[in-house]
């Protein structure tokens, strides 16, 4: 099994419907992160959290919010899903300074593919 | 204002052939540089990666590159294979938090047989 898992892999939805993407993970890491991906953009950190009371905004985090419902959960949540949201999204984990030498390496699920008509 | 800059944005090699990348970072307090390689239909991995006491990380046929008084950075693939045909992103992050990290654009790397 994959030690960051995303649900659903790909989405197709309407604008204006909300929408929840999931990602769980195995590895232990406190730290969670999302980020999107678009064609010749790289990747932008939507939000991020260093355990389950912790949440932050990243770089683009305006139309998106998240719940981080346990340490191995992090969801994020499109409240009325836009065209151009339409991206793929990524879920990611760290460990934390001090438990490894992982704090300064993400690992990545495979994406979620999500469009919005 | 972006502060990552990484180029070429495509890159088409034959097989054998040397590929390198190149990225440039404007913020000094970055002081952890990964590479990340990305294949169709998977999440990015890391590849491989330095930090700016050294001038130079090789592992395998991945070499870094690094000028820290030039503000960049560059991957070098010797020999390359088609299955290192892939997407490779650059990065500049903070050694203690990789959720602070800045990535380039992101590189389409094509191998030919």
């Known amino acids: 099994d994959a030690d960051v898992t995303q649900t659903p892999r790909n989405r197709i939805t309407k604008t204006g419907k909300r929408i929840m993407l999931e990602c769980s993970q195995t590895?232990?890491?406190?730290?969670m992160y999302w980020y999107r991906q678009d064609p010749g953009l790289g990747l932008r950190l939507i939000y991020y959290s260093f355990d389950v009371k912790d949440i932050n905004k990243g770089e683009i985090s305006d139309g998106y919010s998240v719940s981080r419902q346990a340490q191995a959960k992090f969801s994020l949540s499109l409240e009325s899903a836009i065209p151009n949201q339409t991206a793929l999204y990524f879920c990611?984990?760290?460990?934390?300074?001090?438990?490894?030498?992982?704090?300064?390496?993400?690992?990545f699920g495979a994406g979620s593919r999500l469009t919005v008509l | 204002q972006q502060q990552v800059k990484q180029s070429p944005q495509s890159l088409i090699v034959q097989k054998g052939g040397i590929s390198i990348i190149n990225c440039a970072y404007e913020?000094?307090?970055?002081?952890?540089f990964p590479w990340y390689q990305q294949f169709p239909g998977k999440g990015p991995a890391l590849l491989i990666a330095i930090r700016p006491d050294v001038s130079e990380k090789k592992e395998g046929r991945f070499t870094i590159s690094f000028n820290k008084s030039a503000k960049q950075f560059s991957l070098h693939i010797m020999d390359s294979q088609p299955g290192d045909s892939a997407t490779y992103f650059c990065a500049a992050a903070f050694n203690t938090n990789a959720g602070k990290s800045t990535f380039g654009d992101g590189t389409t790397l094509t191998v030919k047989p």
């Open positions: 990611a984990t760290s460990d934390s300074p001090g438990t490894g030498s992982g704090a300064n390496v993400l690992t």
């Open positions: 913020n000094t307090a970055f002081d952890y």
């Open positions: 590895k232990g890491h406190d730290r």
